[in-house]
């Protein structure tokens, strides 16, 4: 169910190139990769509420500046279930998959919504 193409930005794009790629991969949330490791994750939320309701100039603000961090997971073993509530305790749409203290893949609330729809109930 998660996807394992982990999509990155750096922390120091802007949020026009932001969003830019974000529309160009199709996808609502982007992983900050900094120095190696992810520090957090840049989401169309994060843009908007963030960044466009705070009147940021996106050609000049940058993806650190409004990133959600730290970047919250749920261990690969976890079930859709666990994966749901924690996503709603937190009030996000997307959560990291970690297996081994490695981030190996993401899940967005639409996965979710595909997956009880056809394989399951809450």
């Known amino acids: 169910m998660m996807r394992r193409t982990l999509r ?3 922390p120091d794009t802007t949020l026009l190139a932001a969003a830019t790629l974000m529309r ?12 190696g490791h992810y520090s957090g994750i840049v989401s169309e939320s994060d843009l908007v509420r963030k960044g466009m309701a705070e009147s940021c100039p996106a050609q000049e603000t940058l993806v650190r500046a409004v990133m959600s961090s730290p970047l919250l997971s749920i261990e ?3 079930s ?10 937190h009030g996000i749409r997307h959560l990291a ?7 190996v893949g993401m899940i967005s609330v639409r996965d979710l919504l595909r997956y009880f729809k056809n394989w399951g109930g809450l």
């Open 97 to 103: 998959i970690s297996e081994e203290g490695q981030i």
């Open 24 to 35: 160009d991969m199709k996808v609502g949330a982007l992983l900050v990769q900094e120095a």
């Open 80 to 89: 859709a279930h666990e994966a749901s509530e924690k996503m709603a305790e």
């Open 76 to 78: 690969i073993t976890g």
């Open 8 to 10: 990155t930005i750096s």
